[in-house]
């Protein structure tokens, strides 16, 4: 042999973006080997202050902590995650179990502030003892005065509700700390949820039977309380967690941690100090919202006793105009917003074509709601993409909806989607939904009790 074919055979041997993807797939399916190792039978419904308020269709924090475990293994030098569609910021506090600078945003600005509360990088550890106060403060406080001005608020809450609802809201306003009042005003959030007229069978607003109205004795400040030591005692475990991992030093998460109030089709406007990000985990909406999950519409009496100005600058209060416009804002939601026009979408996605071609003519408007969601959601993508390193990872989880009985082959039509922006899908992985909150009375979603999980990759121009 001569000396250069020694050098070369001595020479490390450069590893390809293509062994990565490799090395994942095999750490994917040894991990997956059990069929329920995704879908979790069993899980800890505090893990991770998950549990603070009880927002519509939540990923389960273990489940996304073992595939951030397996992308991290195969790419250790990952720092950042993103979530495009934060929900309730799942995606991001499990970055924080593996010290990740986290960033997300949503357009609902509940989200918004939930997500703040949970990824903040320092918090009070006396918020137990400061929300009992809080409770105290709202229970010796005589007034009547209502602290809201929503519209028909007389269908929605009892006159005593309504009133002790407004002595918690300005027991909360007394509060400096700004993360004590977020912490706070998520509770009350869920306080509301639970003492309303509404329903909480469904996710959009629907008034109790009169006679069930009428048979409901609530104390929104006892509720409160309870809610206020569950949640602060969650958040000491999450706390603790995190230290015992080495992910806070001098009482701070030791990464950088970013929330905002966002439309995903204009990303590149508003994440240009942050991006590129390194990884991708999110969970997009299964279609429009208000024929889907009405995230909207779940957010809607809450945030009617929060102050917008603890959520975030951008957080618009016109999103209370009506029940129903923070669901008109979202993908798919109204025609006029800007989105890919169909037949850029179509060729796109032949799939997609394929099967809106063959749905029926009822519902008279099936079609056109499939295609304005689409539309959006592949504007969103185009946006999602270019604020993405090269070569980065995509975790999708996505369910496939049901448009006039047929299954809408979300997971295909996505991958096409991706596929035509320059990214490769490595892998599709399913799980069973067990524990997932879905509402029972929504014909839309009642039947996705499966999830197809997509491992994408944006291929390096």
Not at 4 to 27: F, G, I, S, Y
Not at 201 to 221: D, N, Q, W
Not at 260 to 273: E, N
Not at 406 to 431: A, D, I, M
């Amino acid at each position: 042999m001569t000396p250069l074919a020694q050098c070369d055979a001595l020479r490390p041997a450069v590893r390809t973006q293509e062994d990565v993807d490799a090395e994942l797939l095999k750490l994917l399916e040894t991990k997956g080997a059990d069929p329920d190792f995704w879908s979790l039978k069993d899980r800890d419904r505090s893990d991770s202050a998950h549990r603070i308020f009880q927002y519509p269709a939540m990923m389960v924090p273990l489940v996304q902590r073992r595939l951030l475990e397996a992308v991290l293994e195969a790419r250790p030098d990952v720092r950042s995650i993103y979530d495009p569609f934060l929900g309730s910021g799942t995606s991001l506090v499990s970055g924080m179990h593996f010290g990740l600078d986290v960033y997300g945003n949503d357009i609902n600005p509940l989200a918004v502030l939930i997500s703040r509360v949970r990824t903040a990088r320092t918090i009070e550890f006396s918020i137990g003892a400061i929300a009992e106060q809080v409770a105290a403060t709202a229970k010796a406080d005589g007034r009547k005065t209502i602290e809201t001005a929503m519209a028909n608020r007389e269908k929605w809450f009892q006159p005593e509700v309504a009133v002790e609802l407004s002595r918690l809201r300005r027991a909360i306003r007394t509060c400096d700390n700004l993360w004590v009042r977020r912490f706070l005003w998520v509770t009350l959030a869920e306080t509301v949820r639970l003492t309303s007229n509404d329903r909480t069978s469904t996710y959009k607003l629907h008034a109790r039977p009169a006679e069930e109205i009428a048979k409901r004795a609530l104390s929104p400040i006892a509720v409160f309380g309870e809610l206020a030591r569950e949640n602060a005692s969650s958040f000491s475990t999450f706390r603790r967690r995190l230290g015992e991992a080495k992910q806070i030093k001098a009482f701070k998460y030791v990464g950088e941690t970013e929330v905002r109030v966002g439309d995903t089709r204009q990303v590149l406007d508003y994440w240009s100090d942050a991006a590129p990000f390194d990884l991708l985990m999110t969970s997009p909406p299964y279609g429009d919202n208000l024929t889907t999950v009405t995230y909207g519409q779940h957010s809607y009496l809450p945030l009617h006793w929060i102050d917008f100005k603890d959520i975030d600058p951008a957080a618009d209060i016109a999103t209370l105009r009506t029940t129903q416009e923070i669901d008109r804002r979202s993908l798919g939601g109204a025609s006029g917003n800007a989105a890919w026009d169909e037949a850029k979408l179509l060729e796109a996605s032949p799939k997609l074509k394929r099967f809106a071609d063959g749905l029926p003519a009822k519902p008279d408007d099936g079609r056109s709601r499939l295609i304005r969601f689409y539309r959006d959601f592949g504007a969103s993508l185009d946006s999602i993409v270019g604020v993405m390193k090269p070569d980065s990872y995509m975790i999708w989880t996505v369910g496939n909806r049901n448009i006039a009985g047929q299954q809408v082959p979300t997971n295909l039509v996505l991958g096409e989607l991706l596929e035509g922006l320059n990214c490769k899908v490595v892998t599709t992985l399913t799980r069973r939904i067990h524990h997932k909150r879905m509402p029972d009375r929504n014909a839309s979603s009642a039947t996705m009790r499966e999830e197809k999980i997509l491992l994408a990759r944006k291929v390096e121009s």
